[in-house]
C-alpha cells in the first residue's frame, strides 16, 4: 500500500523557512504527490502537487527526492497565517490516502 | 467564481435513519470528491465520481454511497446509521480526475448521529 509518514507536529519561527518533510516509500511511478493543509475548522487547502520534478508556485516549494521516495515541502517565509495541519497525500491504488499530517506551529 | 458548496452544513440524525448530503462543484469541474473527517481517523477518501461514473472508491461499507448528476452535483448518501458515522463529511471539486489535479474543498457537512 502507498502510504505517508510525516511528523506529527513542527514548530517554527515567524519569518523563517520551514521544511514539512514526508516519506513515501512504496509511491508507484506514475502516483503524483499532493501536499494540502487545514486550518482549524475549514476544508483542506491545495498547496502544491508534483510528479518527479521540484515544483515551485506563489505558496510555496516542492523538493521530491530522486527515488521519488520521500518529499519535502518547504514554505520559505513562515507567517501566524501559514499555522495549520500540513497533509501529504498519495493515490493509493484507486483511492486517496491523507495518513495523519504535520501540525504547523508558527511562533511569532 | 463561486467556490464548492455544500448543504445542509450540520445534521443530527438517530441511529437507523439515512441521510443524504448535498455538493455543488465548481462551475466547469467534472470530478467531485468525497472523504469522511473523524477526530480518530482523520481524513478518510470515500469515493471520486467523474462524468456521472464513479472512478474510485474507499474502503467503506456499503452502506455508503453517491451519484453525480449531469451538471456534475454530487449527493452522497448513508443508510442505517451508526454512531460512529458521525463526522465532518468534506467534498471536494477538480476539473479532471483528482490523482492529478488541484481539488477544492468545500467546508463540509458536520452530522452527528445520536
Known amino acids: 500500500d502507498a502510504k505517508t509518514t510525516q511528523p506529527n507536529s513542527m514548530e517554527s519561527n515567524e519569518e523563517e523557512p520551514v521544511h514539512l518533510p514526508c516519506n513515501h516509500s512504496t509511491i508507484s511511478g506514475t502516483d503524483y504527490i499532493h501536499w494540502y493543509r487545514q486550518l482549524p475548522s475549514q476544508g483542506p487547502e491545495y498547496v502544491i502537487h508534483?510528479?518527479?520534478s521540484n515544483v515551485n508556485n506563489r505558496m510555496a516549494s516542492l523538493a521530491i527526492a530522486e527515488d521519488r521516495k520521500s518529499s519535502t515541502l518547504i514554505l520559505h517565509r513562515a507567517t501566524l497565517r501559514d499555522a495549520a495541519v500540513y497533509y501529504c497525500i498519495l493515490r493509493d491504488g484507486n483511492q486517496f490516502y491523507f495518513g495523519t499530517g504535520t501540525s504547523l506551529t508558527v511562533i511569532p | 467564481k463561486a467556490g464548492v458548496t455544500q448543504t445542509p452544513r450540520y445534521l443530527i440524525k438517530t441511529r437507523g435513519q439515512q441521510v443524504t448530503l448535498s455538493c455543488s462543484p465548481i462551475s466547469g469541474h467534472r470530478s467531485v470528491s468525497w472523504y469522511q473527517q473523524t477526530p480518530g481517523q482523520g481524513l478518510q477518501f470515500l469515493f471520486e465520481y467523474f462524468s456521472e461514473t464513479q472512478r474510485n472508491k474507499g474502503n467503506f461499507p456499503g452502506r455508503f454511497s453517491g451519484r453525480q448528476f449531469s451538471n456534475s452535483r454530487s449527493e452522497m448518501n448513508v443508510s442505517t446509521l451508526e454512531l460512529g458515522d458521525s463526522a465532518l463529511y468534506l467534498c471536494?471539486?477538480?476539473?479532471?480526475?483528482?490523482?492529478?489535479?488541484?481539488?477544492?474543498f468545500g467546508p463540509g457537512t458536520r452530522l452527528t448521529v445520536l
Open positions: 508534483g510528479l518527479t
Open positions: 471536494a471539486s477538480s476539473i479532471g480526475l483528482a490523482g492529478a489535479r488541484e481539488q477544492f
